[in-house]
């Protein structure tokens, strides 16, 4: 099945993934500028009334870069709804959503009918983040018009079956648009999430470190420093098991080799002064592909060098055919 027009400008096959409190307006911006679709967690504009004011700014900046780039138009920017019972935003972001007509919209942490029918009103689709293969049949019998399979290794919420399972099984029934995640932080990994099966990688981790992304100097720095052996699962700090650096864990006074079990009930997105804002701010989600992030640059020269990377790959997987 062939993706969707709204990806026809992509210069590499990427999302950005939202990243909770980091992804903000310029990170956006300048991830749909180099050619990759960008997004952010509504939740990330607060108070309510900034969400508006946010999508008006990417809106504006993307129409004026292309009208002066019509060669090399923008990529397609994407808005993450949580679905989770603890966000009580949520019916007033999907409002806002469809004032701006959203061409994309990112659940997670649930999957309803009416969110996905409401998106399909003003033409917008839906990409649906899932762990396992039973949750991929739930978002699609719901509605959902694709899918973003969560593999083990990735940072923040993530599942622990192995990508190639996971793709492999849900490839077995569902020919429609699939956003990989999992470690994905090169252009050779790019390039093989597209050889499991997958339309499109989906990055999240990697643009923690780029100049435009909202994150502390010190989260910056720990990424670069930072490989697969340094991330912790746990499900402490949400009630939902998630990826994250050891370092902020030790940071926090905690033992990152002695966590305890969280109940699941704990796990709330609120509008305000939440415990998990609290837990992202001060633990740092963070997924297992790191090992070649090696500096804090531009969102620009980040995507040029996934470019340089994944033509590489292509060419020595065409000598070996």
């Not at 990759?36 to 004011?53: H, K, M, W, Y």
């Not at 409002?95 to 033409?123: D, F, M, Q, Y």
Request: proline letters at 5%; glycine letters at 10%; aromatic letters at 8%.
């Amino acid at each position: 099945m062939a993706l969707p027009s709204l990806f026809d400008n992509l210069r590499l096959p990427v999302i950005g993934s939202p990243l909770f409190i980091i992804s903000g307006p310029e990170l956006v911006i300048a991830q749909c500028k180099a050619g990759i679709v960008g997004s952010f967690p509504s939740l990330n504009a607060r108070p309510q009334s900034q969400f508006d004011e946010w999508l008006h700014q990417i809106t504006e900046e993307l129409a004026a870069y292309d009208k002066a780039n019509p060669d090399k138009p923008s990529a397609p920017f994407a808005v993450n709804q949580i679905v989770h019972r603890s966000n009580n935003r949520l019916e007033e972001d999907l409002e806002t959503c469809a004032k701006w007509k959203i061409p994309l919209v990112i659940t997670s942490l649930g999957a309803r009918e009416e969110l996905n029918n409401a998106v399909h009103e003003w033409g917008g689709i839906v990409m649906h983040d899932v762990i396992n293969d039973r949750f991929a049949h739930k978002a699609i019998e719901k509605g959902a018009d694709g899918l973003i399979p969560v593999a083990a290794g990735a940072g923040g919420h993530a599942g622990t079956t192995s990508p190639f399972a996971l793709m492999q099984e849900i490839r077995a029934w569902y020919d429609g648009p699939v956003a990989l995640s999992g470690s994905i932080a090169s252009g050779a990994a790019i390039l093989s999430a597209q050889t499991m099966g997958a339309d499109l990688a989906y990055i999240g981790s990697a643009f923690i470190s780029a100049k435009e992304a909202r994150a502390s100097e010190d989260y910056k720095q720990g990424i670069v420093d930072g490989k697969a052996a340094d991330i912790v699962y746990s499900n402490l700090f949400t009630g939902v098991h998630g990826n994250y650096l050891k370092k902020s864990i030790e940071n926090a006074g905690l033992d990152p080799n002695n966590l305890p079990e969280s109940d699941p009930s704990k796990m709330n997105f609120g509008s305000g002064g939440n415990t998990a804002a609290k837990a992202w701010k001060d633990i740092w989600g963070c997924g297992q592909g790191i090992g070649n992030i090696d500096e804090v640059a531009s969102t620009a020269d980040l995507v040029a060098k996934f470019k340089r990377e994944y033509d590489t790959a292509a060419q020595r997987i065409t000598s070996l055919l």
